[in-house]
């Protein structure tokens, strides 16, 4: 219970327009424990932050999982978003992110089929952490970790009281164990299951999408060769 109260701490906000994309990027991040929100849009994206609630109003009628009040609740420790999107591009919310005194401080990764150089160095002097190229993998996702535990030291330094609660609680099962801290438990047997799950997803992705034959990771090159 503790190792989930610690993992729920990281809430990632996906950004795609493609359902098969927001589907994998999900399935990712909660096999690494994470509580993953998907929205289809920049402009769903900044509503769910609270930014420009009323700028896509008009073409966006309908929010099914995105309000205003929920995001009060709910903090956000990292955002990973599609660069080619309609209406609004991923370099686009990544600007918006970047120029809120609020918001500013939350990691933006952008990830995109297409290795255009330009458009990654673009992104990264605008601010975003890491700019990766689809289909995302679970190792790239083992990237992000450091990203998302700064931005919890940085707003939720009372997580950490949570968590000793929690543990004196489970002290008994903890010492049976002799596990004197909860993540690398969760590192561990994290693994196992990213490592199984990548080849399926992947697999699944790369026939389903069928979109682009340049959907090759230039940078993981012994990666690609799995594929």
């Given at each position: 219970?503790?190792?989930?109260?610690?993992?729920?701490?990281?809430?990632?906000?996906?950004?795609?327009?493609?359902?098969?994309?927001?589907?994998?990027?999900?399935?990712?991040?909660?096999?690494?424990?994470?509580?993953?929100?998907?929205?289809?849009?920049?402009?769903?994206?900044?509503?769910?932050?609270?930014?420009?609630?009323?700028?896509?109003?008009?073409?966006?009628?309908?929010?099914?999982?995105?309000?205003?009040?929920?995001?009060?609740?709910?903090?956000?420790?990292?955002?990973?978003?599609?660069?080619?999107?309609?209406?609004?591009?991923?370099?686009?919310?990544?600007?918006?992110?970047?120029?809120?005194?609020?918001?500013?401080?939350?990691?933006?990764?952008?990830?995109?089929?297409?290795?255009?150089?330009?458009?990654?160095?673009?992104?990264?002097?605008?601010?975003?952490?890491?700019?990766?190229?689809?289909?995302?993998?679970?190792?790239?996702?083992?990237?992000?970790?450091?990203?998302?535990?700064?931005?919890?030291?940085?707003?939720?330094?009372?997580?950490?009281?949570?968590?000793?609660?929690?543990?004196?609680?489970?002290?008994?099962?903890?010492i049976a164990?002799?596990?004197?801290?909860?993540?690398?438990?969760?590192?561990?047997?994290?693994?196992q299951q990213?490592?199984?799950?990548?080849?399926?997803?992947?697999?699944?992705?790369?026939?389903?999408?069928?979109?682009?034959?340049?959907?090759?990771?230039?940078?993981?090159?012994?990666?690609?060769?799995?594929?």
């Amino acid at each position: 219970m503790g190792m989930a109260a610690a993992d729920l701490q990281f809430h990632v906000l996906a950004v795609d327009d493609s359902l098969i994309d927001r589907k994998l990027i999900e399935r990712l991040f909660k096999i690494s424990s994470c509580q993953v929100t998907t929205v289809e849009s920049g402009s769903k994206a900044l509503e769910f932050l609270g930014l420009q609630q009323e700028h896509d109003e008009q073409n966006n009628p309908n929010q099914p999982c995105v309000s205003p009040s929920n995001q009060q609740e709910v903090e956000v420790n990292l955002i990973i978003t599609d660069y080619c999107m309609p209406g609004m591009t991923g370099y686009d919310l990544l600007k918006k992110i970047k120029e809120s005194s609020s918001l500013r401080n939350i990691p933006v990764v952008i990830m995109s089929s297409e290795n255009v150089p330009s458009r990654i160095s673009r992104c990264l002097e605008e601010g975003a952490e890491e700019f990766f190229l689809k289909p995302v993998r679970l190792s790239d996702v083992n990237k992000l970790r450091p990203h998302m535990k700064k931005t919890k030291c940085k707003s939720h330094k009372q997580v950490e009281p949570e968590i000793i609660v929690t543990e004196e609680n489970q002290e008994s099962i903890e010492i049976a164990h002799v596990v004197p801290s909860q993540p690398p438990q969760t590192e561990s047997d994290t693994v196992q299951q990213q490592q199984s799950q990548a080849n399926s997803n992947n697999k699944r992705k790369a026939m389903e999408e069928n979109l682009s034959p340049d959907r090759t990771r230039p940078r993981f090159s012994s990666l690609t060769t799995a594929l």
